[in-house]
């Protein structure tokens, strides 16, 4: 018999078992549920209904003792109450009693015993009651009380008849139920008896027909596992297990034809080896000859700029010098990863062992970033602790190198958000007395790793987006280099992301103590101990981190999430000296600074404003306000601070650039540096581009908002050029269509035909020339229609996924900031709403009117005086559109551009009604 056959049968019995114990409890519960137990319930009905009955008799016979006692007929009440009661238990005991036996003829009887009481005595009482109270106590009157009691003596008796018959029927009711669940009980346990005996009995013939083979079996994969592969199988029955053991004797001579084969191939392997690793010196070798060839120019381009760095230059030639040196950089930093790695991979490389200030290499670090997380809006910080050592003896060259790279990459894959490198020291191997071990953390907040790639982080020439449609650049050799040095230095790297979270990458090294010496940027200047700051920053960390390193000098500091908070707070306290973030929520650093100056006791207030690298904030200098460059250096910061509070100096003049003529322009280009530096080359011809980072932004912009011209680079991530601009052409109408120009690093003449026929009206190739950009600019037509308002932030990434936010696309009123304004006034706040949006609409409207005026007069200072003031009053209220709208013109009435006064006044007009029916709803 084969095994599942066996195995079949055995669970076929059980099952039959207790198949037949389930059917025994069924019938048992079905015979119970219909026969006995309705059975037990109508006479214990028919016992109750005798009981209430019985009790009734007692009341009328007790009622009709009373009366003839007292000749009282209101104790009659309960004689007739009771009457009534008698009729409804009687009916229910004879239908409860109809079916059992002996019990309806005693039923019979008691009614006749109840009849005879209520017309031989009941009646004859009630007619005498009247005067069976009054007359004298004689024989006959003894003689009928004693009638009414024998009478109702007889009646008592057959009641007790009646009981004792329900409950003698009720008892042997019980009794054949205990007896039928009795021989249930033996009848269920005699199949699982039978059951249990006969699986007993089928499974010692199967653990005669298994055990016996398996351990055959089990012996000889032991046999096979030592690595002797001429064992063979023994087992015969069942079939089952002697295919298992079929299947293993094939397996071992499988086994044995490829032991045959690997060692015939094992000195084929061993001499490829030898000649992978003859070509890889090789290539090693070439790598760092071309390395060096390639530094030679590079270093002159580099050298060259610096040296133009250092000679007076206006702040526009700066930057475009700066954007040169950091471009040669960029490249340098490739030569450079893949030098290492030659120098690495032959052996070569060695480390230098020199005190260096632990201060500075982490902020030069941030220096090298600086200009990318500015142009992302990233905020770019750095914590140094306390207990870390100033001085510290190593590499400082490698450490640097490692660093800028976990920061570079950190900066380069965070679309939004901040990246903190954080400086504390930590235990292990390698602290002593002379020694310390550092640890230093570079956490962001971009896209995260994925677990399933975090095992490429650290392998050479890979990325973890190594797909040709990949936003990110680079060689896929920073982590490797870095690791490898971490670990020349005697340290490590730990990694944790979490995918929408971020990652954190932890450099910890030891290093030898440096000779004592004191930071010079933990000691306080004279004008610092004692005095107020305000610290008011939409980052936490920025906020935390500032904090601590004023109250590290002896400050007071108050810091603020948000700055209409701050404004609401201001007339209450007036600080020594305040610290102003230039991008917040709600409003930005200049708007807050204005808000403060106009309250009570800030005019002489030093306005400290942080700003990103680059940025040029219009009236900074008519607000007083001292500029501090992120990321905020603690020198810096300590310098800047003491001038403040000692004496305050003014910002230069920016030279303006002659506009062209203001156009709607929106530039599409997925690389930073050719953002910057083409958004530069707009700012001087007098333009104030929107810039979006791949096609897909670009169609999403131009289908929210006009644009008169649209840059359009060729080769983007998402969607490209070519594809964005086809799109464009078929959605939108002919009369909103924009001019498009494309940009390409390709200048064939196939390239600039293929853009052309994809609906592009010319082509530049890069790198495009200012005067080529001037002249595409003088050939496009502006419509109607104001410009596009250019968000503040800075341009971005190709990570980005969000087109930058238009004026035109908020809503009208935005109610947290007026419920903000209203918390801080405390309980009184919510009465005052509706005074505060009357007054408002009140000032609304007169300042229309006013810019109005000033529209038809074509007077442009007093058009700017008004929006000026309706932007401030409008943001504190939470009309953010009307805030915008005034923002914009604003600005382009300073930056002396075209503007028509009519136009602008009828649609702040507008949004002053927008923002009006937002309030009332």
Not at 172 to 185: N, P, T
Not at 391 to 400: H, P
Request: aromatic share 2%; charged share 25%; glycine share 6%.
């Amino acid at each position: 018999m084969s095994l599942s056959r066996q195995v079949r049968r055995a669970s076929l019995t059980g099952l039959l078992a207790v198949a037949g114990v389930a059917l025994v409890n069924l019938l048992l519960l079905g015979y119970l549920a219909a026969v006995v137990n309705p059975a037990i319930d109508r006479v214990g009905t028919g016992a109750r209904a005798e009981r209430t009955k019985h009790m009734a008799m007692i009341d009328q016979e007790t009622g009709l003792r009373a009366y003839l006692i007292t000749g009282d007929r209101s104790m009659l009440d309960v004689y007739f109450l009771a009457r009534q009661d008698i009729a409804g238990p009687l009916a229910t005991a004879r239908d409860a009693f109809e079916d059992e036996p002996g019990l309806p003829a005693l039923l019979d009887e008691q009614e006749e015993r109840i009849r005879r009481w209520a017309t031989e005595w009941a009646q004859p009482a009630m007619a005498r009651g009247a005067t069976f109270s009054s007359s004298a106590v004689d024989a006959e009157r003894r003689q009928f009380v004693r009638d009414g009691q024998t009478l109702f003596d007889d009646y008592r008796d057959a009641y007790q008849e009646v009981q004792d018959a329900a409950d003698a029927r009720r008892a042997s009711l019980d009794d054949h139920r205990q007896a039928v669940i009795q021989v249930a009980l033996v009848v269920e346990v005699l199949l699982l008896v039978g059951g249990v005996l006969a699986m007993t009995v089928q499974r010692r013939r199967l653990v005669r027909s298994v055990v016996t083979p398996v351990d055959q079996l089990l012996t000889q994969i032991h046999t096979l596992g030592r690595g002797d592969l001429t064992a063979r199988n023994e087992v015969a029955a069942p079939r089952e297990l002697s295919a298992i053991g079929e299947g293993l004797d094939e397996m071992a001579g499988a086994l044995r034809a490829a032991r045959e084969d690997t060692l015939r191939h094992e000195d084929e392997l061993i001499a490829a080896r030898r000649t992978a690793e003859e070509a890889n010196t090789a290539k090693s070798a070439f790598l760092a000859t071309m390395s060096h060839e390639i530094r030679t120019p590079m270093n002159a381009v580099i050298g060259m700029s610096e040296l133009l760095l250092d000679t007076d230059l206006a702040a526009d030639q700066r930057e475009y010098a700066e954007t040169v040196r950091n471009s040669g950089s960029t490249l340098l930093a490739i030569i450079n990863d893949v030098l290492d790695f030659s120098k690495i991979e032959a052996g070569e490389l060695e480390l230098d062992h020199h005190p260096f200030v632990l201060r500075d290499c982490v902020e030069s670090c941030l220096d090298l970033v600086a200009a990318q997380a500015s142009a992302k809006g990233l905020d770019l910080v750095a914590h140094i602790d306390p207990a870390v050592p100033p001085v510290v003896v190593g590499d400082v060259t490698r450490l640097r190198q490692v660093l800028a790279n976990l920061v570079g990459n950190a900066v380069k894959f965070t679309a939004a958000g901040e990246v903190l490198v954080s400086v504390a020291p930590a235990t292990g191997p390698g602290s002593g007395s002379g020694s310390c071990v550092i640890a230093f953390a570079v956490c962001d907040t971009g896209d995260g790793i994925p677990a399933d790639r975090m095992d490429r982080l650290f392998r050479s020439f890979s990325q973890v987006d190594s797909s040709t449609t990949r936003v990110y650049g680079g060689t896929g050799l920073g982590l490797a280099i870095s690791q490898r040095l971490v670990d020349a230095m005697g340290g490590r790297i730990d990694v944790t992301s979490e995918v929408g979270v971020g990652s954190t990458f932890t450099v910890v090294v030891p290093l030898e103590l440096g000779e004592e010496q004191e930071d010079q940027v933990r000691v306080a200047p004279a004008e610092l101990p004692g005095r107020r700051a305000l610290v008011v920053d939409d980052n936490a960390t920025n906020r935390r981190i500032l904090r601590a390193q004023l109250e590290s000098w002896g400050m007071h500091v108050v810091d603020e999430e948000s700055p209409v908070e701050a404004l609401v707070a201001a007339a209450e306290r007036v600080p020594d000296v305040a610290i102003l973030d230039m991008h917040m929520p709600d409003l930005d650093g200049v708007a807050l600074a204005t808000g403060l100056r106009a309250t009570a006791g800030w005019e002489d207030v030093p306005l400290v404003l942080l700003t990103s690298l680059g940025d040029r904030i219009p009236g900074a200098a008519e607000l007083g306000l001292v500029h501090l460059t992120k990321p905020v250096k603690a020198v810096a910061l300590r310098s800047t601070v003491a001038r403040s509070l000692g004496a305050r100096i003014s910002e230069a003049e920016r030279p303006e650039h002659e506009p062209i003529g203001r156009l709607r322009v929106l530039l599409a280009e997925d690389n930073p540096v050719n953002q910057r530096v083409a958004g530069l080359m707009l700012e001087r011809l007098g333009q104030r581009p929107v810039i979006v980072a791949n096609g897909q932004e670009a169609l999403v912009a131009v289908r929210t908002a006009p644009y008169d011209l649209v840059l359009m680079d060729v080769q983007m991530p998402v969607m490209d050029g070519h594809e964005a601009t086809r799109r464009i052409r078929a959605e939108l109408p002919p009369e909103d269509q924009p001019r498009i120009v494309a940009l390409s690093a390709n200048a064939l003449v196939e390239q600039r035909e293929d853009s052309l026929a994809a609906g592009m009206d010319a082509h530049l190739a890069k790198p495009v020339r200012s005067d080529e950009l001037a002249e595409e600019l003088r050939r496009t037509p502006r419509r109607g229609g104001p410009a596009p308002e250019r968000p503040e932030e800075p341009a971005p990434t190709a990570a980005a996924a969000a087109v930058p936010t238009e004026a035109a696309l908020l809503a009208a009123v935005d109610p947290m900031v007026l419920e903000t304004l209203l918390r801080h006034l405390g309980d009184s706040g919510p009465a005052l709403a509706e005074s505060l949006v009357s007054a408002w609409r009140t000032d609304a409207e007169q300042q229309v009117e006013v810019l109005c005026r000033a529209a038809a007069d074509e007077d442009r200072a007093g058009a700017a005086a008004v929006a000026h003031s309706l932007k401030s009053a409008s943001a504190a209220v939470g009309a953010v559109r009307l805030a915008a709208a005034c923002a914009e013109l604003e600005r382009d009435l300073a930056d002396g551009a075209p503007v028509d006064l009519r136009r602008a006044a009828d649609r702040v007009a507008a949004e002053v009604d927008a923002a009006r029916v937002a309030f009332t709803r």
